[in-house]
């Protein structure tokens, strides 16, 4: 196979709503590796230390219910309205083996307003 042409890309956009955890895609036969993820809200969040909130991915286990966490973005640095914002991925987690899901928990602190997160997962087939 030609490197490089191997990648998927999965976009899954969301209404925000308190605390709450969506899947983002589910592992196919042979596994899959997360390449790198990017969020994007739709509204500027300024930085705060009270009033913020993060994404985590979290290999989701073949139920969706695992907590291992595989990468996170945001917090109290802040955000800026359709400006992307790369996710720190745990290298040594980023391997889904068939079956799993790969979910997003998206998670505020303090008064947020933010009407919708947009998640860009790039990921390839297989582990490694």
């Known amino acids: 196979m030609i490197s490089g042409y191997n990648k998927n890309i999965v976009t899954v956009n969301s209404p925000t709503s308190a605390d709450y955890t969506i899947p983002l895609l589910r592992a196919p036969f042979g596994g899959a590796t997360i390449i790198d993820v990017w969020g994007m809200s739709s509204t500027t969040l300024a930085a705060s230390t009270a ?9 989701g286990g073949t139920v969706g219910t695992a907590t291992a966490a595989i990468g996170t973005a945001g917090g109290t640095a802040g955000w800026v309205a359709q400006t992307a914002q790369e996710f720190s991925l745990n290298a040594s987690a980023d391997e889904l083996t068939e079956g799993q899901y790969l979910m997003a928990k998206y998670d505020e602190t303090g008064t947020v307003a933010v009407a919708d997160v947009t998640l860009i997962v790039e990921w390839v087939h297989g582990k490694g």
């Open 51 to 59: 009033d913020f909130f993060n994404v985590t991915l979290l290999n």
